[in-house]
C-alpha cells in the first residue's frame, strides 16, 4: 500500500501546501520491522533546523543593519498582533507584510523580507536527516509536525530538500490549530493513519511534548545530547 501523501501542491495557489490528499497506511504492514510499525512526528525548528548557518545564531540577529528594520519595532507590529493568526493560516504572510513594512519603514518588499528570513533561518542538522533515512530504511514512517505557514513549509520541502528525508509535512496553517493544542496531535494521528498510540513526537519544547503525551503519543523533549536513532530504540526496548 502507498504511503500517505500529505504535501501536495494546492492548486491555483502554487505558492501553499496543503494537507490533501492522504491514504490509509496500515500499521501492521508484515514489510515493517518490529518497532518500526510506528509514525515518528518530527519538529522542525530546533531539532532539524537550527537558525542562522553557521552560527546558530537568530535569522533575525542582525537585521537591522541588514534591512534597516528595527527589532523591536518587527515585534510590536508584525509577530505580536498577527503571527499568530498567520502560522494559523487565519492570515497570509504576504499580505500581513504589505501591512507592516510601511509602518516600519523599511524600503524592502514582502519577497525581499520572506528570502531574507527563509534563507538565514536554515541551517539543517545533517546527522539528524542521516537519521531519518536509517529510521525510514527500515520501515519507520516520518512526518515534520511544525508550527509553520505556508510558504515556510514549502521552503522547507522543497528548497531545503526535506522533503527527501520524510514522508511528508503536518503544520499549523493546514490544519487551522497550533501545537501546543490538543487539536493539533488529533488531527495529524487522523491524517496520518496510525492509530494515537502508535505516534512518536521529538520536539524541543517541553509543553508540546506533554501536550503529545495527553492525547496517547509518545514524546521525548530533543536536547540533542541523544540521536534520534537512540531515542527510537528506546521504544524497542
Known amino acids: 500500500m502507498s504511503k500517505s501523501t500529505i504535501f501536495p501542491m494546492v492548486a491555483g495557489n502554487p505558492s501553499a501546501l496543503s494537507?490533501?490528499?492522504v491514504?490509509?497506511?496500515q500499521t501492521g504492514e508484515d514489510t515493517k520491522e518490529d518497532g518500526m510499525k510506528r509514525c515518528l512526528m518530527l519538529d522542525v525548528d530546533g531539532v532539524v533546523v537550527n537558525g542562522r548557518p553557521g552560527d546558530r545564531q537568530s535569522w533575525a540577529v542582525e537585521i537591522e543593519r541588514d534591512l534597516g528594520i528595527d527589532p523591536l519595532l518587527l515585534e510590536h507590529h508584525f509577530f505580536r498582533p498577527h503571527w499568530p493568526d498567520v502560522v494559523a493560516g487565519r492570515k497570509q504572510?504576504?499580505?500581513v507584510l504589505n501591512d507592516c513594512l510601511p509602518v516600519l519603514r523599511s524600503p524592502v518588499t514582502a519577497q525581499d523580507f520572506i528570502n531574507y528570513w527563509f534563507t538565514r533561518d536554515s541551517d539543517i542538522d545533517a546527522d539528524v536527516l542521516a537519521a531519518c533515512d536509517t529510521l525510514r530504511a527500515r520501515g519507520m514512517t516520518i512526518y515534520?509536525?511544525?508550527n509553520q505557514e505556508h510558504l515556510r513549509a514549502q521552503y522547507l520541502m522543497k528548497t531545503l530538500g526535506?522533503?527527501?528525508h520524510v514522508d511528508g509535512i503536518v503544520y499549523s496553517?493546514?490544519?487551522g490549530v497550533k501545537k501546543p493544542d490538543s487539536a493539533f496531535f488529533e488531527k495529524a494521528a487522523r491524517l496520518s493513519g496510525f492509530a494515537p498510540a502508535d505516534h512518536v513526537l521529538v520536539d524541543d519544547q517541553m509543553k508540546n511534548v506533554e501536550a503529545a503525551r495527553q492525547?496517547?503519543?509518545a514524546a521525548f523533549a530533543w536536547t540533542g545530547e541523544e540521536s534520534l536513532k537512540a531515542l527510537m530504540e528506546k521504544l524497542e526496548g
Do not use: N, Q
Open 19 to 21: 494537507i490533501i490528499s
Open 23 to 25: 491514504t490509509g497506511y
Open 93 to 95: 504572510l504576504v499580505e
Open 144 to 146: 515534520l509536525a511544525t
Open 162 to 164: 526535506l522533503g527527501d
Open 173 to 175: 496553517a493546514a490544519l
Open 215 to 217: 492525547v496517547g503519543w
